[in-house]
C-alpha cells in the first residue's frame, strides 16, 4: 500500500506514468548491477587478495552514483576479468590479516578507517529482489526491509550476514566502524562483539568517528594495536 501510494506521488510529482512493466525492468536491471558487484566483491575470497580493500570501495561506493544503473554490469565485469587475468598472472596483494569491517553505511568515514587499516597491516547487494514474484511491490518492500541495518528490530539479517561473511572470506578479525550519533548501531555493539568474539572466536574492535580528520592518529593508533595482535 505505502509503495502504490508512493508510485501515485512520483508520478503527480514528475508528470509520468510508471507501470508494473517499468518497475520490472527496473527490477531486473538493478539485480544484474547488484550481482555482478558481488561477483567483484568475491574476488576477495582470494588469498593473499588480489586488490587493496581501499580500491575495492572505491568501486562499489562510485557505482552509488552511476544514474544509468544499466551500465554498471559490463564496467565491473570487465574489471572483474581484468582483476582475476592479472591475479593469475602473479599481480596480487601481499599475504596480510583479512579484517571484515561492520557498521554504519559506507561513506568518507568509512573509506578513513579502510585506510587506517590497511596502512597498519590491512549489504547492499547482498540480496536481490525477486524479479518473477506475482506481486512485484511486495518483493521490492521485503528486498529492502530485509537488510541487515541496526534500525530493524529484532535484527538477525546483520549476524547472518555477518557469519557468512567471516566464514567464506577466512576473516581473521572484525571492525566495528559507529558514526557518532547513530545510536542504533552504537547500541548493537555488544551484541556484535558477543557474535564475533563468542560465536566466531575472532578479535573484535570498535571504533567511534565521524566524516573529519580529526581523529586519524587515534584512529591509526588503535587499529595498528588491533592488527598487531591478529
Known sequence: GEIIRFKE???????????????????KTENQARRSLKKLYEVMKYDPAPIKGQDLF?????STFKFDRSLIPG????????????YAEGKREEKKPRILITGCPIGGATEKVIRAV????????DKLVDEDAEDIYDAIARRYLSIGCSVMTPNP???????????????????DMILQACHTYNVETNTIRKFVTGEKGIPYISVETDYSQADIGQLNT???AFVEML
Open 9 to 27: 506521488y512520483l508520478e503527480q510529482k514528475f508528470g509520468v506514468m510508471i507501470t508494473e512493466e517499468q518497475i520490472r525492468e527496473a527490477v
Open 58 to 62: 572505491k568501486v562499489l561506493y562510485g
Open 75 to 86: 564496467e565491473v565485469d570487465a574489471l572483474t576479468a581484468k582483476i582475476e587475468k592479472e
Open 118 to 125: 590497511e596502512d597498519n597491516g590491512a549489504k547492499s547487494i
Open 157 to 175: 539479517n546483520r549476524l547472518e550476514l555477518l557469519g557468512r561473511l567471516i566464514d567464506e572470506y577466512q576473516v581473521d578479525g572484525v571492525v
Open 222 to 224: 588503535r587499529l595498528a
